[in-house]
């Protein structure tokens, strides 16, 4: 009883972070999963992107209410990254456990240096062919535009879909980058990223559901600490610094990241 309290009280806090930086969560819902509960890896990742469908529909809410999701932006996301996150998910049936944590190391690893150092040229823009000029006002008054190249948005869907499906992470790691990337506002981009990944997270946990990688028990219980904590993060968000958020999510990858790898080193000895 008392690992299922923990389990809802470390939901809360992913979920308020996750909510504040667009991310999903799944960064912080696999670590946890695997270090403090001993799930396997595939458990944990479907675990995970099963518990992101409720922390970003209950933050989707929130920043749809805010006005501050780039609608077309967002299906321009959605289409690849619905078909991709299934093809990611059923490659964990065919990856070996070590390589799926050795995977998860890396993109913690790279997404948080990028994080800290924004000038690190990982990400590149695509701003090639048709694009479309988008604009809209939040109720704060905010107006914001973005410039939606459909090549960029496109590519950078899919490779966040495959990521989700493989690692479990949400694929906001690469969707808020991307956008931001694009010209988007920083909290636009979390707005829109987080209203994308719950179509992202529905398709991939399916997926992983039919490959029987999901633990009932700590999908219930992290889901109903991440809404809580989804909702606090989303109200909180508007009055945030967009420096502090990259610095703060930039620190936490690398720091979960270090985690795992101790946790694995010590398995293997």
């Known amino acids: 009883m008392l690992e299922y309290l923990l389990g809802f009280l470390l939901a809360i806090a992913i979920g308020i972070i996750a909510a504040l930086i667009g991310v999903g969560g799944g960064f912080l819902y696999v670590p946890t999963l695997i270090l403090v509960f001993g799930l396997e890896p595939r458990m944990a990742i479907g675990t995970s992107v099963s518990i992101i469908v409720f922390t970003t529909l209950s933050g989707g809410i929130s920043y749809f209410r805010q006005k501050r999701i780039f ?36 993109v913690l690893l790279v997404v948080g240096i990028k ?13 090639y062919g048709p694009y479309y000029d988008e604009e ?33 992470i949400g694929g906001g790691i690469v969707n808020v980058p991307a956008l931001v990337l694009g010209g988007m506002p920083i909290h636009f981009a979390i707005a829109t990223s987080t209203f994308v990944i719950i179509f992202t997270s529905i398709s991939a946990s399916l997926a992983h559901s039919k490959l029987g990688n999901i633990s009932i028990p700590y999908m219930a219980v992290y889901s109903a600490g991440a809404i809580i904590g ?40």
């Not at 998910?89 to 070996?96: I, M, P, Q, Y």
């Not at 939606?148 to 495959?162: I, K, P, R, S």
């Not at 909180?236 to 080193?265: D, W, Y």
């Open 71 to 106: 609608i077309r932006s967002a299906l321009c996301l959605i289409i690849p990254s619905v078909a991709f996150s299934v093809i990611g998910a059923w490659s964990t049936s065919l990856v070996d456990e070590e390589i799926l944590t050795l995977i998860f190391l890396l």
């Open 115 to 127: 994080m800290l150092v924004p000038s690190l040229p990982l990400m590149a823009p695509l701003s």
């Open 136 to 168: 809209s006002m939040d109720v704060f008054s905010i107006n914001a535009k973005n410039r939606l190249y459909y090549l960029h948005t496109l590519t950078w869907g899919a490779v966040a879909g495959f990521m989700s499906g493989l690692t479990g």
């Open 230 to 269: 989804a909702q606090v993060g989303a109200r909180i968000a508007p009055g945030a610094n967009p420096k502090l958020l990259r610095s703060v999510v930039g620190l936490v990858l690398i720091f979960t990241a270090i985690a795992v790898l101790v946790q694995s080193a010590g398995g293997l000895i």
